[in-house]
C-alpha cells in the first residue's frame, strides 16, 4: 500500500471511530473523545495532511474544542 492510501484508511477508521462515539450516550463519550484527541494530536506529525483532516473531522462530529 503506499503511503497516501494508508493516511487515507487512518483518516476514515478515525471518522468510524468518530461515527461509533456519536452512538454513545454523553456522558460515555469523553473518555474515547480524549482518546481521539491525542491521535489527532500525533496525526499533525504523520504528513499528508492528516492531522488537518482529523481536526476537520472532530469539527464535523461536534467535537472540535474551539
Not at 11 to 40: N, Y
Amino acid at each position: 500500500m503506499d503511503d497516501e492510501g494508508y493516511f487515507n484508511a487512518l483518516v476514515c477508521m478515525f471518522e468510524q471511530a468518530l461515527k461509533a462515539i456519536t452512538a454513545l450516550e454523553p456522558d460515555l463519550q469523553k473518555d474515547f473523545v480524549d482518546r481521539l484527541e491525542r491521535v489527532r494530536s500525533e496525526g499533525h506529525n504523520w504528513g499528508w495532511g492528516v492531522g488537518d483532516d482529523m481536526d476537520d473531522l472532530m469539527a464535523e462530529y461536534g467535537f472540535s474544542e474551539e
